[in-house]
């Protein structure tokens, strides 16, 4: 079969049913949950045109509760997974055209969820479509596993397989090309204490939002009867700028002196692309006089991570030859004078590394502090053998489309791959394309939807033949 010939048969179809699925604002919306609709109407309503679709066209459809679904195609013992989402970020601002009109200029598609993950969706539907019109025989069954919660929880995955079978492999058409096939362990960590000293010198320090973020701006709000002399500080402060090499400001507002410190932000997967400001900010801080709840929260901090964010301080530095360095993300640091204060760490670990270890070293130290931690998320190493069929299949599938060679990769981010026990992510993106997933004016080339639709065309065909 020539699956270019058949997808380029059926552009003006698929470009039109992506735009129409791209008008759907499938954002997460708390407000109008259901029972039918456990992350809101308008997923549902995404959900729904996808579903309907797909039963109008004879597919096996299994809606689980709205959770999420799978339309199924071809018989076999084992499934072949393929895993997408349709929910997608909010539109945001900035757009040329708004993000929900799926406006075409210059041959591309202009819409939230583009690229992430609603057009490659359309791209796999279309696959199994043409593969059912061409009547092909298959070995395995191929189910498209539809989620509705991936940009927020995973609700939806974990949902679905606690009812359904676990495919025996597949793919996550929503990361990049060409394969994607290991990935880090990822953690989240707070750590906490209450503060019960109404004096002292801080009165508040603030910086970062996300724990995967490397936080670009911090604040921290000292009292002005504190500080000894102010002309002095401001002249330590605007050394300490200038010999650190970054930017930031003094200011007197209403009872406080204001320190401002900026940073540079970057993805919390490699901090050293950043420049972690609040960290800075506690570097400048531990060198005036503290009590010793302001000790107990900056100490650690600099002691235990600034300049270093391998986790060599605190011993459990680990590399291997996959996936590189264990890192230490400090994405939020808060300090609220007679309230509490927060250290909120991103941490991701290689294979071969013990999360057990990681975790006590670092109650143990904070324990020093007074500080007591909870683990928020932990997700483990993600790794396919590279000698796996799955592997060498979607690399011989790559090649051939598209004659460059399919690089395995291993990354420190996480992606919907790792939801399946033998998945690897698979495109959409393609090296050295623009990344415009989460931003303003996302899109999505038609002629890039069109050879994504052959790729995931011919991979579902190598991977379900009999
Ligand atoms: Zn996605």
């Known amino acids: 079969m020539n699956w270019k010939n058949e997808v380029d048969k059926r552009k003006g179809t698929i470009v039109k049913d992506t735009q129409s699925f791209l008008q759907i604002e499938s954002v997460l919306d708390e407000k109008t949950v259901s029972k039918q609709a456990p992350f809101g109407e308008k997923?549902?309503?995404?959900?729904?045109?996808?579903?309907?679709?797909?039963?109008?066209?004879?597919?096996?459809?299994?809606?689980?509760?709205?959770?999420?679904?799978?339309?199924?195609?071809?018989?076999?013992?084992?499934?072949?997974g393929i895993l997408c989402h349709i929910d997608v970020v909010p539109g945001g601002d900035d757009w040329t055209s708004p993000a929900f009109n799926a406006e075409i200029r210059d041959e591309k598609i202009y819409a939230r969820g583009a690229l992430d993950d609603k057009g490659p969706t359309m791209a796999c539907y279309y696959a199994l479509?043409?593969?059912?019109d061409a009547g092909i025989e298959t070995g395995k069954?191929?189910?498209?596993?539809?989620?509705?919660?991936?940009?927020?929880?995973?609700?939806?995955?974990?949902?679905?397989?606690?009812?359904?079978?676990?495919?025996?492999l597949g793919f996550?058409?929503?990361?990049?090309?060409?394969?994607?096939?290991?990935?880090?362990g990822i953690c989240d960590f707070i750590y906490e204490t209450k503060l019960t000293s109404n004096t002292g010198l801080v009165r508040s320090f603030h910086s970062g939002h996300r724990l995967n973020m490397v936080p670009d701006r911090a604040v921290a709000k000292l009292d002005i009867k504190q500080v000894e002399?102010?002309?002095?500080?401001?002249?330590?402060?605007?050394?300490?700028?200038?010999?650190?090499?970054?930017?930031?400001?003094?200011?007197?507002?209403?009872?406080?002196?204001e320190l401002t410190l900026?940073?540079?932000?970057?993805?919390?997967?490699?901090?050293?692309?950043?420049?972690?400001?609040?960290?800075?900010?506690?570097?400048?801080?531990?060198?005036?006089?503290?009590?010793?709840?302001?000790?107990?929260?900056?100490?650690?901090?600099?002691?235990?991570?600034?300049k270093d964010s391998r986790g060599e301080n605190i011993d459990i530095a680990y590399s291997d030859e996959q996936l590189g360095d264990l890192t230490i993300n400090i994405g939020q640091m808060m300090y609220e004078q007679g309230s509490?204060?927060?250290?909120?760490?991103?941490?991701?670990?290689?294979?071969?590394?013990?999360?057990?270890?990681?975790?006590?070293?670092?109650?143990?130290?904070?324990?020093?502090?007074?500080?007591?931690?909870?683990?928020?998320?932990?997700e483990t190493p993600h790794a396919m053998d590279k000698d796996h069929e799955l592997v060498k299949i979607l690399s011989k599938v790559y090649e051939e489309e598209t004659g460059e060679q399919a690089e395995l990769l291993a990354i420190g981010g996480g992606t919907y791959a790792r939801a399946l026990n033998a998945g690897v992510a698979f495109g959409p993106l393609f090296p050295g394309q623009?990344?415009?997933?989460?931003?303003?004016?996302?899109?999505?080339?038609?002629?890039?939807?069109?050879?994504?639709?052959?790729?995931?065309?011919?991979?579902?065909y190598e991977l379900a033949k009999r």
């Open 434 to 460: 623009k990344d415009v997933i989460h931003q303003a004016d996302e899109y999505i080339s038609i002629k890039h939807l069109l050879a994504m639709t052959v790729i995931y065309t011919r991979a579902v």
């Open 262 to 306: 900026n940073g540079f932000s970057a993805h919390g997967m490699e901090p050293e692309d950043g420049v972690n400001a609040g960290l800075l900010l506690a570097g400048f801080l531990i060198k005036l006089p503290l009590n010793i709840e302001e000790k107990n929260f900056i100490t650690p901090l600099v002691a235990m991570f600034l």
């Open 129 to 132: 479509k043409i593969l059912k």
């Open 43 to 80: 997923i549902r309503e995404a959900y729904d045109w996808l579903l309907h679709k797909a039963k109008q066209e004879g597919f096996k459809v299994k809606d689980h509760d709205g959770y999420a679904a799978h339309i199924e195609w071809g018989t076999g013992e084992e499934i072949v």
């Open 172 to 184: 996550a058409p929503d990361a990049d090309f060409p394969i994607i096939y290991a990935e880090k």
């Open 229 to 257: 002399n102010t002309s002095k500080l401001r002249n330590l402060f605007h050394q300490y700028l200038v010999h650190n090499d970054c930017k930031g400001s003094l200011n007197i507002r209403d009872s406080n002196v």
């Open 340 to 378: 509490e204060s927060k250290i909120g760490i991103n941490l991701r670990y290689p294979e071969g590394a013990s999360f057990d270890v990681i975790k006590r070293s670092l109650d143990d130290h904070f324990q020093a502090y007074g500080y007591v931690g909870d683990t928020r998320v932990h």
């Open 141 to 168: 069954r191929v189910r498209l596993i539809i989620g509705t919660d991936e940009e927020s929880q995973w609700r939806c995955v974990d949902h679905y397989f606690k009812h359904e079978e676990m495919p025996s």
